[in-house]
């Protein structure tokens, strides 16, 4: 995308750093400076340091973070040490270093959590943000899944599709799901499935610019039926097809189908 990135750069060369670009030098139009808590004590320094360079520069503060519990899995997967503290377990250093990065994060611009990307997502997402710098994208996961096995930990939004007509019960649809053309066309037909279409994409076009307005970057909406293989699956295919239209970058999830 045309960035100059620089790893890790100290705290203290940072303002060189800014004078130089700006000075044309290196011949570079756009920079991506990464500083994080390897940085130690030094990390004090950054907050009044960014509050000056804004005054003389065009800067954008990006901060990234993940919940807890995503990041004790990376940590458990890649075996890497924390950079806190070789002392401390990795939850505490973790808490450590949020409470060092808290004066950051309050100037920031963009917050993106990163929890729920995976790192196909999340190169998307930061190519779509960063390519335009006026547009903000949201990364919109629509999940089916069957109450009898439980309602997603991770849904924003829940809806409960128990109230249409259920293809189980139509011997001929029974060993299909929802991605089946005749179940689909089945539940299709009922006026209760178009109005319930109708109702949910204008709740949700409406509320999507004000969860961006608020900075979220991953919304997971779920949609629940009995078993999660027929009518969750046929709507929440249909729901992201109908964001997808509207120009939102959408993703579909079936989490019981093979149940």
Known sequence: MGFYCVDNLPV???????????????????????????????????PPLLQHLRLIHPIAIVFIEAAEDALLRRYSETRRPHPVGQHLS?????????KMMAPIRK???????????????????ITERFRNPEKRPMLISCVSFGYRYGVPSDADLVFDVRFLPNPHFVPSLRRFTGQDPKVRS??????QTAEFLKRIEGLLVYLMPHYIGEGKSYLTI????????HRSVMLAESVSEALSKRGYSTKVVHRDIEK
């Open 90 to 98: 990795v939850r505490e250093s973790l808490d450590h270093e949020r």
């Open 222 to 229: 779920a949609f629940g039926c009995t078993g999660g293989r």
């Open 107 to 125: 100037l920031a611009d963009v917050v993106i959590d990163t929890s729920k990307f995976n790192v196909h997502e999340l190169r998307h997402f």
């Open 186 to 191: 089945y539940i299709r037909k009922f006026p």
């Open 12 to 46: 203290e060369l940072i303002p060189i750093f800014a004078e130089l670009h700006a000075a044309g030098e290196g011949g570079f139009a756009r920079a991506a400076l990464l500083v994080d808590a390897r940085e130690g004590d030094q990390l004090k320094k950054l």
